[in-house]
């Protein structure tokens, strides 16, 4: 048995999430502790209780799902859990290199946390969308978007799985690529409801300031290797790490590409750790023999460990 570890991105975040964590698990609860202590708020408290549009915002998203996923770790590393290889979708890239020691927790939680915020004042509200294209291979997506591109920016944001990709750039020309989409014979084709259009050329500002962010914080070596969203590779040292996330912001997001790759490399079991199982049915759709396992609440965390021999 050969097992990864995934982390997921934006868009898993719950009110709730992490609850059973933070009251059961004094390790649980330290990661909240540093974390609302870094952010001058009670973090713990969003997360548990609320309210939801304040969980929503981009800028508190992204921390408070890297501090779940990371709470929800630490009780499992205790119990002698480890993989010989971690991944995350987008923001949970940062959560993957923290697990790995790339980050040290409190860097990774101020990191997102402006990663969020530059993200959201990078493209004016409204301005940009995101759309799902489902039931269209690679090729007929891209050809769909270079179509659509007349009307403005658009680009394929994220190869999630065999026939889900994630467009993103500006709303009319996301719009008129939707048209198209559905034309050419896309099963279905579903806006999605964030703020910003990630990994895209619109977030190339962000980007920009994000670099000047890493510039300040320390980068250590990898414990494991990390499979990265903007080449879907094996990094293995902290001088990889800068440039690539810098890239990952607003590149296009290569998961299947990455699952496809630690397949490849023997890595016959996948637990995604954090809030929600959209990776675990993304991981189930890219490779079929895998055992694909989650944890984000007790029940799973005993399920996982039993499943795993534990």
């Known amino acids: 048995m050969k097992i990864a570890f995934i982390f997921p991105g934006q868009g898993s975040q719950y009110v709730g999430m992490a609850k ?12 909240f502790d540093l974390a609302s202590g870094i952010l001058g708020y009670d973090l713990a408290q969003l997360c548990m209780h609320g309210p939801a549009e304040k969980l929503n915002m981009t800028e508190n998203t992204q921390p408070a799902i890297l501090a779940a996923s990371i709470a929800v ?18 923001l949970g890239e940062y959560t993957a290199i923290t697990a790995a020691g790339g ?11 402006k990663r969020g915020r530059y993200m959201q004042e990078a493209v004016p509200e ?36 065999p026939g889900q990709i994630v467009i993103a750039g500006e709303k009319i020309a996301v719009e008129k690529a939707m048209e198209l989409a559905k034309t050419a ?20 500002q962000a980007g920009d300031r994000l670099a000047q962010e890493l510039d300040k914080v320390a980068i250590n070596e990898l414990r ?11 990094i ?26 630690m397949a490849a490399e023997g890595f016959d079991t996948f637990v995604e750790i954090g809030p929600g199982k959209v990776l675990s049915g993304l ?22 460990l039993s499943s795993l021999g534990m």
């Open 103 to 113: 980050f040290a927790l409190n860097d990774a939680i101020a990191l997102v946390q």
């Open 185 to 204: 014979g896309a099963r279905k084709v579903v806006p999605l409801m964030v703020s910003v259009p990630s990994h895209c050329p619109m977030m190339k």
């Open 73 to 90: 770790l630490r009780p499992l590393e205790r119990r002698g859990l480890s993989a010989e290889a971690a991944a995350g979708h987008s």
């Open 224 to 234: 494991i290797p990390i499979v990265n969203n903007a080449d879907a590779k094996f």
């Open 20 to 31: 059973e964590f933070i009251e059961n698990f004094a390790e649980s609860k330290e990661v």
């Open 283 to 304: 991981v189930k759709r890219i490779a079929k023999d895998a055992k694909v396992l989650n944890v984000e609440d007790q029940k799973s965390m005993g399920e996982t």
């Open 126 to 161: 409204g301005a940009g969308l995101m759309a799902a294209i489902l039931g269209m291979d690679r090729a007929a997506v891209e050809k769909t978007c270079l179509d659509a591109a007349k009307n403005g920016i658009v680009a394929p944001a994220n190869y999630n799985s």
């Open 236 to 261: 293995r040292t902290a001088a990889e790490l800068k440039p690539s996330l810098v890239r990952q912001i607003s590149s296009p997001l290569y998961w299947e590409d990455s699952i496809n790759r």
